[in-house]
């Protein structure tokens, strides 16, 4: 059974710093492209981050480059996002996924509050 869980989130000021988590299971982690997400109160989900199988290629929302790093351990099984420089609207529910998503692959996500 796959299992995506994401962890990590929680509420900072904006210019803040947050590292997201999502710990994989149930499927072979090192042969897939991954990627976050993010939806907004009242929007739809949304590309943030990617990252391919092999951790080499990496590529970004324009409206987080330069602030988010996406990382992964394939030995751990787990995919990483580093978020700087955090503003208000960042604000959303963060998720992991397949690159791309496999609509049977959604976990519950990580809430990121940014406010001051």
């Known amino acids: 059974q796959v299992q995506l869980v994401e962890s990590g989130g929680g509420l900072v000021q904006p210019g803040g710093s947050l590292r997201l988590s999502c710990a994989a299971s149930?499927?072979?982690?090192?042969?897939?492209?991954m990627s976050w997400y993010r939806q907004a109160p009242g929007k739809e989900r949304e590309f943030v981050a990617g990252?391919?199988?092999?951790?080499?290629?990496?590529q970004y929302a324009d409206s987080v480059k330069g602030r988010f790093a996406i990382s992964r351990d394939d030995a751990k099984n787990t995919l990483y996002l580093q978020m700087n420089s955090l503003k208000v609207e960042d604000l959303a529910v963060y998720y992991c996924?397949?690159?791309?998503?496999?609509?049977?692959?959604w976990g519950q996500g990580t809430q990121v509050t940014v406010s001051s």
């Open positions: 996924n397949t690159n791309p998503p496999r609509p049977d692959y």
């Open positions: 149930g499927f072979t982690f090192s042969d897939y492209s």
């Open positions: 990252i391919n199988y092999s951790g080499r290629g990496t």
